[in-house]
């Protein structure tokens, strides 16, 4: 079973950068899909970015143009680079892999935006 730990979480400015990682215990080069999701106080969990073992991307539409999620199956790591940060970026955020019944998370980094 794939474990994921995520890390580069932190408290920035508004507008500035973050830029968090995925490390998996094992080879993700046959993981289809991978994935951060967020969930901020009070909040349900929702989907930050996917992409695909072929690099095809999606975004949430909160995020679009400021994120940018890529993967290095060399390294077996997903990262996401998050641009222009708000302060209705922060939350704690979590790597997923789509496997097994619930599948599979990271156990979350925390990201505060905050002047």
């Known amino acids: 079973q794939v474990q994921l730990v995520e890390s580069g979480g932190g408290l920035v400015q508004p507008g500035g950068s973050l830029r968090l990682s995925c490390a998996a215990s094992?080879?993700?080069?046959?993981?289809?899909?991978m994935g951060w999701y967020r969930q901020a106080p009070g909040k349900q969990r929702e989907l930050v970015a996917g992409i695909t073992n072929g690099s095809i991307t999606n975004y949430a539409d909160s995020v679009k143009g400021r994120f940018t999620i890529s993967r290095d199956n060399a390294r077996n790591t997903v990262n996401l680079q998050m641009n222009s940060l708000k302060t209705e970026d922060t939350a704690v955020y979590y790597c997923?892999?789509?496997?097994?019944?619930?599948?599979?998370w990271g156990q979350g980094t925390q990201v505060t935006v905050s002047s």
């Open positions: 997923f892999v789509p496997l097994g019944p619930r599948g599979v």
């Open positions: 094992t080879s993700i080069s046959g993981l289809y899909l």
